[in-house]
C-alpha cells in the first residue's frame, strides 16, 4: 500500500469516525432537548412524521451509489468521457426521480385526508421533511463526486457537517418557533445551504467532470439499473432480519423480552460499526483499483484489510463482552441486567458480522454484489426461520442462536463469492508478469 492511498484511508476513516460520533451526540442530545420544549406526546408524534419520509430512503434504487463505483473505476482507467456520461446520467435519473416524487407526494400530503385530528402544522412540517429527503438524494451525488477523484475524506466530512447542520436547524426552529413546521424549515434551510456548498466543493478539482446532463443517456441509466436495484435488496434483507425479529420476539416472548433484545442487540453492533469505519474508507480504493485493472493489487490490498478486519472485528468483540455488564448498567440505569448466553451469543454475531465486512465491502465497490444480495435475503429469511423454531423453546437464547447461525451462513457465501470473483484476476496477472 503507497504512502498516498494510506494516508488517503487514514483521512477517510478520520472523517468516517466523526459521522459515527455526530449520529451517537446528536442521538443523546436530541431527547432532553426536545422534551424541554416540547411534552412526551407532542414528541413523539414528531417521531412519528419524522420516521415517514425515512421511507423515501430506496427512492434512488441504488442508483447514486452504483454510478459512484462505475466513476471510480472509470476514472481509474483513466476513462474520464466514461465517468462524466455516468455522473451527469446519475443526475438526470435523479432529477426525474426527484421532480416526480415532488409531484406526486405534494398533493398527496395536502389533500389526503389522514386522520380528523391532523392539522396544517403537522402536513407542513411532513412536506418539508419530504424535500429534506429529496434534497440529501443530490447531496450524494457530490460525496459520489469526491469518491471518484479520490477525494473521498473531504465528502465525508462535509456530508457529515451537514447532517449536523441539518439538525442544528431542527433545534433552532424548536426554540424560535416551537412548531413541527418551524422545526422542519429550520432543518430544510440548513440542508440547502449545506448541500449547495458541497456541490460547489465537489465542482473544484473534479479533474473535469462537470454538473449538467450534455452528456446524460438513457442508455447509461439502463447500464446501471441491474447494479442498482441489487444494492436495494440489502436494506429489505436487514428489515426483515432486524424489525423481523424484532416483531417475531415480541410475539412470541413479550414486550420486555423485546427490549433486553433490542438493547444487547445494539450494543453488540458496535463491532461492526467499528468494523465499518475501516471498511467503507477503502470502498473508493478496491473501485480505483478494480478499474484500473491492477488485479494483483487489488487482491493483495483485500487480503490484507480482510485479515485487518478480522482482528479489528475479534479485538473489539472480546472488548466488548468483558465491558457489556458495566456498559449496560451505566447506558439502562440498572434496568435491563447482563445475561451472558443470550449477549454472548449476539456478541459472536457481531464478531462474524464484521470479520467478513471487507470482502462484503470489496463486492459492493465493484458493482459485483448481485448475487450476494439475493443470499443476504434468503439469509435473512432463514434467520427468521430459526428464531420462529427456537424462541420459544430456548427464549432469548434461541433468537441469539437464529442471528448468529444466519450471519456465519452469509459470512461464508460473502467471502466465498469475494474469493471466486478476484482471485482469478491474480492468476491473470500473475502470469502475464
Known amino acids: 500500500m503507497s504512502q498516498a492511498l ?40 414528531w417521531l412519528m412524521l419524522s420516521a415517514l419520509p425515512a421511507y423515501l430512503g430506496m427512492a434512488d434504487v441504488g442508483m447514486v451509489t452504483a454510478a459512484g463505483n462505475r466513476m471510480a ?13 455516468v455522473f451527469q446520467s446519475a443526475q438526470l435519473f435523479m432529477a426525474l426521480v426527484c421532480g416526480g416524487l415532488a409531484l406526486v407526494l405534494t398533493p398527496l400530503v395536502l ?64 426554540w424560535l418557533g416551537g412548531s413541527f413546521t418551524a422545526v ?14 458541497t456541490m460547489a466543493m465537489a ?34 434483507a436487514n428489515a426483515l432480519s432486524f424489525q423481523g425479529l424484532t416483531l417475531l420476539v415480541g410475539a412470541l416472548l413479550g414486550p420486555a423480552a423485546v427490549a433486553v433484545f433490542n ?7 458496535t463491532t461492526v460499526q467499528a468494523t465499518a469505519i475501516f471498511s467503507h474508507s477503502l470502498w473508493p480504493e478496491f473501485s480505483r483499483l478494480h478499474g484500473h485493472g491492477d488485479g494483483l493489487a487489488l487482491h493483495a490490498m483485500a487480503r490484507r484489510s480482510a485479515w485487518l478486519g478480522m482482528a479489528l472485528a475479534l479485538g473489539s468483540g472480546t472488548a466488548l463482552y468483558a465491558v457489556a455488564p458495566w456498559l449496560l448498567h451505566a447506558w439502562t440505569h440498572g434496568r435491563i441486567a447482563f445475561d451472558a448466553l443470550p449477549f454472548g451469543l449476539l456478541a459472536a454475531y457481531a464478531v462474524i458480522g464484521s470479520a467478513w465486512h471487507v470482502p462484503r465491502v470489496l463486492l459492493m465497490a465493484t458493482n459485483q454484489h448481485g448475487a450476494l444480495a439475493l443470499w443476504s435475503l434468503l439469509a435473512a429469511a432463514l ?22 447461525l444466519s450471519e456465519a451462513f452469509i459470512a461464508a457465501v460473502g467471502a466465498g463469492l469475494a474469493a471466486r470473483r478476484f482471485l482469478p484476476n491474480r492468476r491473470r496477472v500473475g502470469a502475464a508478469t
Do not use: K
Request: aromatic letters at 8%.
Open 73 to 85: 473505476m472509470a476514472m481509474g482507467a483513466n476513462d474520464r468521457r466514461e465517468a462524466q456520461a
Open 203 to 236: 465542482a473544484r478539482d473534479a479533474q473535469g467532470l462537470r454538473w449538467g446532463f450534455a452528456h446524460a443517456s438513457l442508455g447509461t441509466v439502463r447500464q446501471l439499473a441491474q447494479p442498482a436495484v441489487a444494492f436495494m435488496v440489502f436494506p429489505l
Open 111 to 174: 389533500a389526503m385526508p389522514w386522520s380528523d385530528t391532523t392539522t396544517a402544522d403537522e402536513r407542513q412540517a411532513l412536506l418539508l421533511l419530504i424535500a429534506g429527503v429529496l434534497v440529501a438524494f443530490l447531496g450524494g451525488l457530490s460525496d459520489q463526486l469526491f469518491r471518484a477523484t479520490q477525494r473521498a475524506a473531504t465528502g465525508a466530512l462535509l456530508g457529515n457537517l451537514t447532517r449536523l447542520a441539518e439538525w442544528a436547524g431542527w433545534m433552532g426552529g424548536l
Open 263 to 269: 438493547t444487547y442487540r445494539t450494543l453488540a453492533r
Open 383 to 404: 434467520g427468521v426461520a430459526l428464531a420462529l423454531w427456537w424462541c420459544e423453546p430456548l427464549g432469548l437464547p434461541g433468537a441469539a442462536l437464529a442471528m448468529l
Open 184 to 197: 422542519a424549515l429550520g432543518g430544510l434551510v440548513c440542508r440547502v445551504l449545506g448541500t449547495l456548498a
Open 6 to 45: 494510506r494516508a488517503r484511508v487514514w483521512r477517510a476513516m478520520g472523517a468516517h469516525s466523526m459521522g459515527m460520533a455526530i449520529t451517537l451526540g446528536t442521538q443523546l442530545a436530541s431527547l432532553p432537548l426536545f422534551l424541554a420544549a416540547w411534552n412526551a406526546e407532542r414528541y413523539g408524534l
